[in-house]
């Protein structure tokens, strides 16, 4: 299990020029897009969440939660992939390295990884794929 964080802000969704006036402002949780936003504990995604907050006031204003992710073992090749994509190296006494993350755009088609995933694997990743596009 990995943890993410989501956050949650007014986004302006009609024209820019009149958007005091007549936009519609739309809540949604959307997850906090870059390397950073993988944490192997609860308590690691917290402190990320009191480093945002001082970044400004958009950053302040903003809703945060963590969200679990759920990760599948790809034994074949030592790695866990989550369900957005990414992929850890798994650890040789248990869990993953959650800095060492690579997205499943990121890795060679032709390359050593996807070579030697097992065809149970292989099937897990395929389906990933095509869910990212």
Not at 42 to 59: F, N, P, R, S, V
Request: proline share 4%.
């Amino acid at each position: 299990m990995t943890y993410q964080i989501e956050t949650r802000k007014p986004i302006c969704v009609g024209p820019v020029h009149y958007c005091e006036d007549t936009c519609r402002t739309m809540n949604v949780w959307t997850p906090e897009i870059g390397d950073g936003n993988s944490f192997a504990t609860e308590q690691d995604a917290l402190g990320m969440i009191e480093e945002l907050k001082t970044l400004g006031d958009d950053w302040a204003s903003a809703e945060y939660r963590v969200v679990n992710v759920p990760m599948i073992d790809l034994k074949s090749v030592g790695t866990v992939l989550d369900s957005n994509g990414m992929t850890y190296p798994m650890l040789e006494g248990g869990g993953y390295d959650a800095d060492a993350g690579i997205h499943l755009r990121d890795i060679e088609e032709d390359g050593d990884w996807m070579n030697n995933l097992s065809d149970t694997d292989w099937s897990v990743v395929d389906l990933a794929i095509k869910e990212l596009v």
